[in-house]
Structures are given as structure tokens and as C-alpha cells.
């Protein structure tokens, strides 16, 4: 079963540009999460879908992030437009959710640089 | 959700037992423990959880005083691919509540 991917692993663009990471979560998870890592800080929750709503987007650090998931399926983050201080790792990662539900699965991550 | 609080940094050797212990004097009474562990590179991956006394699985080991205060995440006979950083976290079942990383503890494995 293909884990939690993706796209791009890393990008690199000038301040004021646009970039647009995406998710693709385990078949069937309704829980999405986006997180990320700035440097030499601690990872960081950014927001939280289920299905196709925003459960929780309490972590977005301004108006520049705009994150959509079409249909409950992928989703996207947005930055735009797009800070020096927004380099990181951003991570995204996905449950299935339920009563049982232990753990969530991480993608690799995205690294973002922005010069 | 509670904080967390653990050791910045261990070494071992390869074939010893490593015990990362995790203070969390605040937790709730319906937080779990989960610990994971984040390669370079990767993202976390989930370890083991639990929520009292003892959980073992394939991987790892956690103990869990009476008083919850505290865990212990045990790694029996570490190998060099163990090298990585591992997280303590304190909160809800994982799949319900977004999960709130400390600093870690990186652990270096030599031969």
C-alpha cells in the first residue's frame, strides 16, 4: 500500500513568488494533517482537514497560506506570496481516524527554500 | 496538551539497551503517550503508544509509572539504523488531535 507522498521533495523560488506543495494521503484517510519545520525550530502543526473541511487550521501563520483538499482526497498548500522566512520542511501526514486510531502516517516532506 | 521534556541528545552502542525518558508533569487524564521517531531526511514515524503501565510491540518497549508523570521509551540491543531523533509526545489518540512536537532526543548509535 503506497504511504503518504509528496510533491515536489524540494523547491526552490525567489521571494514574492507562488508555490503550491501537494499531498496525496493513504487511501481512505479521512484525517489530513500539514505540518513544518522552520530551521532550528520545532516542528510545527499548520492545520488539520477532515474529508474535505478545515477542522482545525489554528497553526497558519498568516493569510499567505492558503491550504484546499478537492474532494477529501489530495491536498494543497499554498504560499503565496512567499517569505524568506517560510523556508522549511513542511510535512504532511494522514489518519484514518475512529475510535481506535493510534497513529499518523508522515510523508517525506517538502523542502522549501525560498531566496 | 501538555508539554513535554526530554534529554536533547544520547549516545549508545551498537547491541546495548537505550531508555529515553520523557517528563510530562502536566498531562491530562485522557492524554496518551505516543512517541515517534524521524529519520533524516523523512518524516516521524509512529514508535509505540500507550497510556499506562507497559506496551511492548516489535519495535520498542514504553513504561508508564502509576502516576503518569513520566514514560520511558526502551529500545532492546540498538543497531546503527536506530540513529535518529526521537519525539515524546502528550495529547489525544493520534488520528483525532494534532499531534505537538518537542525538541526530541537525538540518539547517535556507534559501533
Known amino acids: 500500500e503506497a504511504g503518504v507522498t509528496q510533491f515536489p521533495s524540494h523547491s526552490v523560488i525567489e521571494k514574492g513568488q507562488t508555490v503550491t506543495l501537494r499531498c496525496d494521503p493513504i487511501?481512505?484517510?479521512?484525517?489530513l494533517y500539514w505540518y513544518r519545520r522552520v530551521m532550528g525550530k520545532e516542528i510545527k502543526f499548520l492545520l488539520h482537514?477532515?474529508?474535505?473541511?478545515?477542522?482545525?487550521e489554528s497553526g497558519m501563520p498568516n493569510n499567505r497560506f492558503l491550504a484546499e483538499r478537492t474532494g477529501g482526497t489530495y491536498s494543497t498548500l499554498k504560499v503565496q506570496p512567499a517569505e524568506l522566512e517560510d523556508s522549511g520542511v513542511y510535512f504532511c501526514a494522514s489518519s484514518q481516524g475512529g475510535p481506535r486510531e493510534t497513529e499518523a502516517f508522515f510523508g517525506q516532506g517538502t523542502r522549501l527554500t525560498v531566496v | 496538551l501538555a508539554k513535554t521534556t526530554q534529554p536533547i541528545s544520547m549516545d549508545s552502542y551498537e547491541g546495548q539497551e537505550v531508555n529515553i525518558t520523557c517528563s510530562h508533569n502536566?498531562?491530562?487524564?485522557?492524554?496518551?503517550i505516543t512517541w515517534y521517531q524521524q529519520f533524516p531526511s523523512q518524516g516521524p514515524r509512529f514508535i509505540i503508544q500507550?497510556?499506562?503501565t507497559k506496551v511492548t510491540n516489535e519495535v520498542a518497549s514504553l513504561f508508564i509509572p502509576a502516576d503518569r508523570k513520566s514514560s520511558t521509551l526502551s529500545l532492546p540491543r540498538v543497531s546503527l539504523s536506530d540513529t535518529a531523533v526521537y519525539y515524546c509526545l502528550v495529547g489525544g489518540i493520534a488520528g483525532f488531535q494534532k499531534l505537538v512536537f518537542g525538541t526530541g532526543t537525538r540518539l547517535l548509535v556507534s559501533p
Open positions: 500507550g497510556y499506562k
Open positions: 487511501s481512505g484517510h479521512d484525517n
Open positions: 482537514f477532515v474529508k474535505e473541511s478545515k477542522q482545525d
Open positions: 502536566n498531562i491530562a487524564t485522557n492524554d496518551y
